[in-house]
């Protein structure tokens, strides 16, 4: 089986998880986090080229921080896209705020700067941009937008380490940034996350937001929750960070071939492929391709050949069985269209050129049938 993704680890990984435990420090209530969460924030920040980044133990945890270090509260809203994993949404709801979603763009599967400012009201107080399968949102326009609502732009980079937009890293362009190291992500250390930012307060609140809003010990000062990365897992994610650019050159290439295969096929009109518009730089973390006709059908052949291509986000998260029930039913065509007829494919550094070009035969065959 040729997986949708498959972490890269070896030797280096295991070498620094014994040294996590011949040291026998496996956390840190510290504020400012354990020996080998410092050194991997100080290498992200030296990679995002941001002043802060403040690990914790997931994605969602990165996100869910970010909004209670910013005060987002109850009665509040947070603009976001639906076609995303709901994570953006849960933790959005966890905050006490209520989530409305806008659509995404025809192209690119990310939000829609035209739809955030119909969506915008006096309670609106953050926008959650999604890079989603590692494809910038229009930052420009939201942060334009943001500035002139007085709103905090929260990035969701869970999918984005290593994508850039005009020469910047993704997850280094709003308020904050926030990662995920999940075990399917560019890197992993199992289980992790990561927020970035160059406002020092925020920072400051990010690393009691972690620790349940300790600074010293039983001194809770704002409300927090045990949000720390591991000692253990900040091992794995810190050698996996230094792998990063080997990481993505690797990606690159595997979605060059498989593009290369594709578009030169006689069934390509068939097959609306990802493109790279200028300025903008993709980690390849997915292949997403848009199929005119049969995606479930297609999909299933492929796997029955031993091919993980995959679905992600059907239904979208404001069909899912929570959000269509306590929240208003809305229509986004955009978002409900991609999700009928966008299919996934493995690009990740593992693949070697052959099963890259299997990959593409196995669609176009697909796609004949």
Partial sequence: MIPINKPQLDERERLEVIKVLDDANLTSAAMEGGRYVGEFERLLESFLKVKHVVAVNSGTSALHAALLAKGIRYGDEVILPSFTFVATANAVVAAGAKPIFADILKEGYTID????????????????????YGHPASMDRISEIAGRNSLTVIEDACQSLGSSYFGRQTGGLGNMGCFSMYASKVITSGEGGAIATNDDELANDLMMVRNHGMVKGYDTEILGLNMRLPEISAAIAKVQLEKLKDILDSRRRNALILHD?????????????????????????????TLEANRDEIKRNLNEQGIGATVYYDPPVHMTPYYSKHYPKI?????????????????HQSLSENEVKFVGNKLIESIKK
């Fill in 113 to 132: 700067p035209d739809d955030i400012e119909k969506k915008i009201t006096r309670n609106t107080k953050a926008i959650i941009p999604v890079h989603l």
């Fill in 331 to 347: 229509n986004l065509m955009y978002t409900e269209l991609a999700s009928k007829s966008v299919v996934s494919l493995p690009v």
């Fill in 261 to 289: 295969v594709l578009s030169q096929s006689n069934q390509a009109r068939k097959i609306k492929l990802p493109i790279e518009p200028e300025g903008y730089r993709y980690n390849w973390y997915l292949y997403t391709v």
